[in-house]
């Protein structure tokens, strides 16, 4: 299957240009011209790439970032702009967007870039743990127990997984918070807790507990006669 990308930029003639550049590459590409049009797009499309301008009238580009980092994490985002000031480049980051590229930019390098970022994807793709007797998959944001399955979001995912690939030790709370919200605000460790209480509902199994150590973090533990593994 082709790989989906959503461009959204408000130059619609060169945008035009890179659709069917990007198209002629093997890659499947949406476009949508201002901020409000690519959130509508990227909820409808599911896209796996966006390809983002920042200076875009009505909902800029860091503002659609930052709208589609509260619930998605794994979508790679790219932003394309002619803002290349310090101020911006670390912005742009601190929104969890994966690459920053100044316009004007070779349509080639970009292509690479793109098909760097997926040939990594694809080395690094997460397999499956199996925690008591529950089997734990990132990459589908399942937790399997008895036969019976439970969805994550995004976020109870990554926090499980950092709890997971730490079994019986301590994860803190200011890396769970910098890991997966981008900063320790208060707002964000209140969230923090209200997603610890979710994960813990949705572990049916008798074998696991997550426990809060006070003024450090969490432990996720299983009864002494299992072992964590990740299935292969």
């Known amino acids: 299957m082709k790989p989906k990308i959503l461009l959204i930029d408000d130059d619609v003639q060169n945008s035009t ?31 796996d790439l966006i390809l983002l301008d920042i200076n875009m009238p009505g909902i800029n580009g860091f ?18 702009t002619d803002r290349t000031e310090k101020a911006d480049r670390l912005r742009g980051f601190e929104l969890k967007g994966n690459d920053y590229i100044p316009k004007p930019f070779y349509p080639e390098e970009l292509v690479a870039k793109i098909n760097e970022r997926f040939d990594s994807l694809t080395v690094k793709a997460v397999k499956d743990y ?33 709890l997971v690939e730490n079994i019986g030790n301590v994860v803190e709370r200011d890396v769970i918070l910098s890991q ?9 460790s209140l969230a923090l807790n209200v997603q610890i209480t979710y994960i813990r509902k949705l572990i049916a199994d008798p074998t696991i507990s997550i426990n809060t150590i006070k003024r450090r973090g969490y432990m996720i533990s299983e009864d002494s006669n299992t072992q964590s593994i990740v299935l292969p």
């Open 180 to 188: 997966v919200w981008g900063d320790t605000s208060y707002a964000n």
């Open 130 to 162: 199996r925690i008591g007797n529950t089997v734990f998959s990132p990459n589908l944001s399942l937790l399997t127990y008895n036969g019976e399955s439970h969805n994550l979001s995004t976020r109870q995912c990554e926090i499980l997984q950092l």
């Open 17 to 47: 240009i890179l659709c069917s550049y990007l198209d002629a590459e093997g890659f499947n590409t949406v476009y949508a011209r201002d901020g409000e049009d690519g959130l509508k797009m990227y909820e409808e499309e599911r896209p």
């Open 63 to 80: 503002e659609v970032a930052q709208r589609i980092r509260r619930n998605d994490r794994r979508v790679i985002i790219f932003f394309l």
